[in-house]
C-alpha cells in the first residue's frame, strides 16, 4: 500500500521564478492497485514520482509504504520498497557491465547490504528464467555487454531488473515514451505481464489517453501539484479518450480566464 499525505514541494522558493510542484497532494493506493497517472507538463507526475522513490525529499506531508513511513528516508534504503523504470532507456542499467551483472546488481540493491555469493550457476539460471518471459533472446546473452543492445532491448532488461525483486511499489515514468511504437508495444505487454502476475503496486506516468483507459484499474489526473481527478470501478470503465481530453480543456480555458 502506498499513501501520500499533504505532500508539499517548492522549487527556487522565495525567487521569481518560484514554482510549487506539489501542493498539498494527497493519494492512497491499495496493494495490487495500477493506477494511471496523466496531467498535462508541469501537473507534478515528476516531482510525485521522484518524492515517491525518495530521488527527491518533501518540504512537508508524509508517504507511507505498507504502514512505513519513508518520508525521510533516502533513495538507496528506499530502494528496497521501490523500483522504478525511466523514460530514458540509458538511465536504469550500467552500460559497461553485462547482462548478468546488472541483474546482480538490481537483485542486490533491493535486499539487505550482507556478504553474499556473485554470479552463481543458480542465479546465472534464475536470470535466464527471468529474461526468457520477454522472448528477445536475452537469456541466451547474459555476459554481453549491455552497451550493444538497443533502447528496447536495455528498457526490457530495465523492466525486469525492476520487478524480479518483487518490490512493494513499482514506478513507471513515461516508460515506452523513447521507443518505437513495435518495441513500445513488447515493453508495454511485458509489463502488464508482470504487473498482474506479481500483483504489484504500480503507478505509471503516461500522456497517451488511449492506455490510461485501457491499462489499470485507476486513472489519477494531477493539475498544479494536486489531484485533479480520480477515476476507479464503473466510472473508469465509462471514460473515454475524449472524456480525458475534456479535462485538460476545461482547465486550459480556465488558465486562459484567469479564474
Given amino acids: 500500500m502506498l499513501q501520500i499525505r ?13 514554482k510549487v510542484a506539489l501542493d498539498g497532494l494527497s493519494l492512497k493506493l491499495a496493494r495490487g492497485d495500477f493506477a494511471v497517472v496523466i496531467g498535462s507538463n508541469g501537473a507534478g507526475k515528476s516531482t510525485m514520482m521522484n518524492a515517491v522513490s525518495g530521488a527527491l525529499m518533501l518540504d512537508q506531508g508524509s508517504i507511507t509504504i505498507n504502514g512505513t513511513d519513508v518520508t525521510a528516508m533516502p533513495v538507496h534504503d528506499r530502494a528496497r520498497h521501490v523500483a522504478r523504470v525511466f523514460q530514458d532507456p540509458m538511465k536504469g542499467t550500467a552500460a559497461s557491465m553485462t547482462i548478468a551483472e546488472n541483474m546482480l546488481l538490481a537483485e542486490m540493491r533491493q535486499t539487505p547490504a550482507r556478504l553474499r555469493r556473485g554470479l552463481t550457476p543458480a542465479r546465472r539460471e534464475t536470470y535466464r528464467e527471468h529474461l526468457s518471459y520477454l522472448g528477445l533472446g536475452l537469456e541466451n546473452r547474459l555476459d554481453t555487454p549491455v552497451s550493444l543492445l538497443s533502447g528496447g532491448q536495455r528498457q526490457s532488461l530495465s523492466l525486469v531488473m525492476a520487478v524480479s525483486g518483487e518490490p512493494d511499489i513499482l514506478l513507471l515514468d513515461e516508460h515506452t515514451a523513447a521507443l518505437d511504437p513495435r518495441t513500445a508495444d513488447l515493453v508495454l505487454n511485458a509489463t502488464l505481464r508482470a504487473v498482474s502476475a506479481l500483483k504489484l503496486t504500480t503507478m505509471m506516468v503516461t500522456h497517451n489517453m488511449a492506455h490510461a483507459i485501457d491499462y489499470g484499474n485507476r486513472i489519477i489526473m494531477l493539475d498544479a501539484g494536486k489531484v485533479l481527478l480520480e477515476l476507479s470501478g464503473e466510472e473508469k470503465a465509462r471514460a473515454t479518450v475524449p472524456d480525458l481530453i475534456g479535462h485538460f480543456s476545461v482547465k486550459s480555458d480556465r488558465m486562459l480566464l484567469g479564474a
Avoid: K, N, Q, T
Fill in 6 to 18: 499533504d505532500a508539499r514541494r517548492v522549487f527556487f522558493r522565495g525567487m521569481p521564478d518560484e
